[in-house]
């Protein structure tokens, strides 16, 4: 019986190729079939130069071989798309082998989306700027040079101390031409085992005056990426600079927790020019950017106008115990009336350190004393200077029941009350003064600009008469309207006062730069006398709690230093910002991080890391969930504050940072200066008439002001046990 098909011949006696087969029209085994005799090369010819009859014959790979192979194994989308991604790994291999090896970096490539860089200096400014600095004796560290800067030949630090010989492990790989070790040539130190003395050991002992404080060692203690705790950092803290007040327990061996030193006597020839040129070797010839990340589209700068390098003195070489290269100033800057938040940070000042108000003020001393001052900028930050601002400002001073008792004549030797104008200080900063007014932005931070008014550009008048034109910012990126532009101090945590916030950030690096010191924000109570942390010359911010940057709310730099011209001349480049972020990102570009230390936050601000919910297995004394919580103590944990005092807060911490609430009173109850008869005329209009009530639980910040004022009123000593004498 014969077959039929079902479907109808079409009339050239050829099957329809329209219909749908359920059998597959192609096969790898023919393919494979059909290619498997394809050569794995192909060769490709290229005429010679000058021979035109002959050619060269260069094997390549056979893209067809290898795509056909591919599909034969792997399907025809997966065989195409592990060919491309084979082509892709081929090409990067070979580019990273070449940018690793062959390109003028040395470096293997990084991802397209890194932060472009903001380096604008080349090698040999790089070089000088940390020759100045080591010379200057503003590098008391043993952290190395970083092989970037290239030095050839070993650095020489007189200030550090010799350090033995070593003998190199045997089969140690070598640095090459490029050295990162340095040579201490400076003095020996002396580790001071600090304790209270018996016939005052309820409180502990000054500093000993010219000592200083390892932050070497200190890091070997606190540094949150090596795991340290800040409950023991704060007990090595305490116990180190003898402020356990004779309540020292018996521990294990601590010579270890030493970190403050006295100098010994110096070498005749340490600091002679030609110890200090035995090494910083800069290498010779045209700029050298191996090894440094330009900025995209800038040109290096001009080499820095640098002074003369101040070599470190002896504190027993001067006829007075104050170097005048290294000032003992305090600064401090704040926008509006003033309140109970810089009352409350002078008056922490007069509580800890050694400022000589408990002494007649005749006395003779061998101390530094330090000063504090206070700048104010008396109107919004965005405002035009007014001409009788320095006598409006003493006129408020004298007015408000807050500032006007330092204003008594017993601070006056302390205590200083500055005028902040921006301009002055801008055309006052050499870096700065001939290019500054060219920027359409001086309110930047972190890359955020506010468009600022014409008319309320506190530049506008001294613009339009030097080169006609007078606003500070291109586009506006604010929702708050002109409201933000008019505000003076931060009333709540809806209307903060951004401008000022972004004044303060340029603030900070202009007075440490003109005048030398440490600057302090606003909210930020002194713990501890700084003696050793003036005695350490080097510069520093603080960690930013968890993440590897600088918090600069406390910031030590020397005046008219290398790296303050680096980074004013950099920031120029880079749209004058100062946000401490991006003041991280200009050192580490540049290599030179170890030149601004970054102490670790338990020194300053210690409840940082815990209220990122970090370490509460092992918190610190007191535990705080959030910075709030310094206002507002909670009811559970409100015994500790009353019963502990200032003793039970943060102890061997030098600072207490309490970030921002500067709308939240210090002390409800008792909303004024409570300093006692010697000033209640000029409180009396504040005091209200029930003000015998009082709560029942005292908060930390509570107790933290009343503790104070009980100094200034003579109920009780400083953290010293010395009695202010009027």
Not at 315 to 326: M, R, T, W
Request: one cysteine or more; aromatic letters at 12%.
């Amino acid at each position: 019986m014969s077959s039929s098909s079902i479907y109808m011949p079409r009339g050239n006696g050829h099957r329809d190729k329209g219909r749908i087969s359920l059998l597959s029209s192609h096969s790898s085994v023919h393919e494979r079939h059909d290619h498997r005799h394809l050569p794995w090369t192909t060769l490709v010819t290229l005429p010679i130069p000058g021979i035109p009859t002959r050619q060269l014959k260069i094997p390549v790979p056979s893209l067809a071989r290898i795509h056909q192979t591919s599909i034969a194994r792997f399907g025809r989308k997966r065989g195409s798309a592990v060919l491309a991604i084979t082509v892709f790994a081929l090409f990067f291999t070979l580019f990273a082998l070449a940018k690793r090896f062959g390109g003028g970096e040395q470096k293997w490539p990084t991802a397209s989306f890194s932060p472009p860089s903001t380096l604008v200096f080349g090698r040999e400014e790089l070089q000088k700027i940390w020759k100045w600095e080591i010379e200057s004796g503003h590098h008391p560290s043993g952290q190395k040079v970083p092989e970037e800067i290239g030095f050839t030949n070993v650095p020489a630090n007189p200030s550090l101390p010799p350090r033995k010989p070593t003998i190199p492990p045997r089969f140690s790989q070598s640095l090459g031409p490029m050295t990162a070790d340095i040579v201490g040539i400076g003095p020996k130190r002396v580790y001071l085992d600090i304790q209270s003395s018996l016939n005052n050991v309820a409180y502990p002992p000054r500093p000993v005056p010219g000592s200083v404080a390892d932050l070497d060692v200190i890091m070997e203690h606190c540094d949150f990426s090596q795991q340290k705790y800040v409950r023991d950092c704060l007990e090595v803290l305490r116990l180190g600079g003898g402020l356990d007040s004779g309540n020292r327990l018996r521990r294990g061996k601590m010579d270890e927790w030493k970190y403050i030193f006295l100098e010994d006597e110096w070498a005749k020839d340490a600091l002679s020019p030609s110890a200090l040129d035995a090494g910083n070797t800069h290498i010779p010839g045209p700029p050298d950017v191996k090894g440094l990340r330009m900025k995209p589209g800038a040109a290096w700068e001009q080499p820095l106008p640098l002074l003369p390098p101040s070599p470190p003195k002896p504190v027993v070489a001067g006829p007075s115990p104050c170097d005048d290269d290294n000032p003992r100033i305090f600064h401090m800057f704040w926008t509006g009336p003033f309140t109970d938040k810089p009352y409350a940070a002078l008056m922490s000042f007069l509580y800890t350190q050694n400022t000589g108000i408990h002494l007649p003020r005749d006395h003779e001393t061998n101390v530094c004393r330090p000063k504090f001052w206070f700048w104010v900028n008396p109107g919004p930050a965005a405002s035009v200077a007014n001409p009788s601002a320095y006598r409006d400002m003493f006129d408020e001073l004298k007015n408000n029941s807050w500032s006007a008792p330092f204003l008594h004549p017993r601070f006056q030797d302390v205590i200083y009350f500055k005028l902040w104008n921006i301009t002055d200080q801008l055309d006052n900063t050499p870096e700065m003064k001939d290019e500054w007014r060219s920027f359409p932005a001086l309110f930047n931070s972190g890359g955020h600009k506010f468009e600022v008014p014409k008319a309320k550009s506190p530049i506008a008048g001294d613009l339009a008469d030097k080169n006609g034109t007078a606003s500070l910012a291109a586009t506006r990126t604010s929702s708050d309207g002109e409201d933000i532009y008019n505000r003076v101090g931060s009333q709540s945590a809806e209307t903060v006062d951004k401008l000022s916030t972004v004044m303060s950030d340029i603030a900070r690096f202009l007075l440490c730069h003109r005048y030398g010191g440490v600057y302090l924000d606003a909210d930020n109570l002194l713990l501890r006398d700084w003696e050793e942390l003036w005695g350490w010359k080097g510069a520093f911010a603080y960690r930013w709690s968890r993440l590897p940057g600088y918090n600069t709310a406390i910031l030590r730099m020397h005046k008219h230093s290398a790296i303050g011209s680096f980074l004013f001349r950099t920031a120029l480049k880079n749209d004058l910002d100062f946000h401490p972020m991006t003041i991280t990102k200009y050192f580490n570009d540049a290599h030179l991080q170890d030149l601004l230390f970054r102490v670790p936050d338990a020194l300053f601000d210690p409840a940082f890391l815990s209220v990122e919910n970090y370490q509460r297995d092992r918190p610190p004394q007191p535990v705080f969930d959030k910075f709030e919580e310094f206002f507002d103590t909670p009811v559970q944990d409100s015994a500790a504050p009353g019963a502990l005092g200032f003793d039970g807060f943060f102890k061997g911490a030098y600072c207490y940072h309490w970030h921002n609430s500067y709308w939240t009173p210090f002390d409800r109850a008792r909303n004024w200066p409570d300093l006692g008869p010697r000033f209640s005329s000029q409180v009396a209009a504040e005091i209200p008439g029930n003000s015998d009530k009082d709560t029942r639980d005292l908060g930390w910040s509570t107790v933290m002001k009343r503790t104070f004022e009980a100094y200034i009123r003579g109920d009780r000593p400083n953290m010293y046990g010395e009695w202010i004498q009027w």
